[in-house]
Each structure stands twice: as structure tokens, then as C-alpha cells.
């Protein structure tokens, strides 16, 4: 398949814009099992103002940006969007995966970088990396604190 070939000729293990999971889903007709937390961790505004899940679901929730609050975030996080399985919006996608990250370090990362792919080095030693210091490290909370200040993430919107 071409998007494989494409994907195989991305670089560093670290490189996670070739990081395709969903877009390979969709491809083969199959939709993904993933949490959308568009309306929070994301925010689409359109020209009149108005706070939307993104470009594709204009009107959900449709309130205005200067009403929209802290309550409004903490539900669209939690919100189960029915659109979520069949999404093309990468950018939410990429958001998406933080939150997994954040989340359940391990089944992440497991996630990312499954069984087949790690006959690649760098990909095998970026995972036991990762796993090392947000997983099994004694000191993981400073690296995970480290990260969020990075990444500029917060535990704040947790489900």
C-alpha cells in the first residue's frame, strides 16, 4: 500500500508525524477505538466565533468563544462523539495520542510501537527509552512532570 511506503521512509522513533495508526485504520475500512477530545483538548473557532468540536462538526457545541468556560471543557473532554471512529482530523489524532500517553504510558507506547515493528533499532531503543522513564523508573513522576512543562499539557482535564 503506498501510505505504508510512505510511512517506511520516515526517520527517528521520535518522529511521530509519521505516526499513522488512524489514518491507516481508515485506509483499510476500519474505523479506530479512540477517546475524541475535540471541544477541549482542542478547539476549533470558526469566523462567527463559535467553539466547535472541529471543521468537520460545526455546531457541536456552537457556544461563543468568550462564554466558553471551564465547565465546557471539562464536558466536551468527557463527551463520546459519535464521529470519533471515522475521523480524519489528524491533528485531533495527534492530540489524542498525549492523552494516551498520559494516561496509560504503557498500553501507549505498546500501542506504538507493536511487536512487528521493533526489527528496527532505533524504534526498539526509543521504546525501552520511553518505558523506562514514564513507566518502570523510580523517578517517572519527575519525567512525566518534565513532559507536561514541555509539551505544555495539563492533568487538569483528566476522564
Known amino acids: 500500500m503506498i501510505l505504508d511506503e510512505l510511512v517506511a521512509l520516515g526517520g527517528s522513533a521520535f518522529n511521530f508525524a509519521n505516526y499513522n ?22 478547539l476549533y473557532v470558526c469566523e462567527e466565533g463559535l467553539v466547535h468540536w472541529c471543521s468537520q462538526q ?23 462523539k459519535r464521529c470519533a471512529p471515522l475521523c480524519t482530523i489528524g491533528c485531533v489524532h495527534r492530540v489524542a495520542q498525549i492523552d494516551e500517553l498520559r494516561q496509560n504510558p504503557q ?18 531503543l526509543g521504546m525501552k527509552i520511553l518505558m523506562w522513564a514514564f513507566v518502570t523508573n523510580s523517578h517517572r513522576n519527575l519525567f512525566r512532570d518534565a513532559a507536561t512543562r514541555v509539551f505544555g499539557t495539563s492533568r487538569h482535564a483528566e476522564r
Request: proline residues 8%; glycine residues 10%.
Open 21 to 42: 495508526r488512524f489514518q491507516k485504520n481508515l485506509a483499510d475500512g476500519r474505523p479506530n477505538d479512540w477517546h475524541c477530545g475535540a471541544g477541549c483538548r482542542y
Open 107 to 124: 498500553a501507549a507506547l505498546s500501542q506504538w510501537f507493536p511487536t512487528a515493528r521493533r526489527e528496527r533499532a532505533t524504534r526498539a
Open 58 to 80: 460545526r455546531g457541536y457545541p456552537g457556544i461563543p468563544l468568550e462564554q466558553y468556560g471551564p465547565e465546557d471543557l471539562l464536558r466536551e473532554y468527557r463527551q463520546v
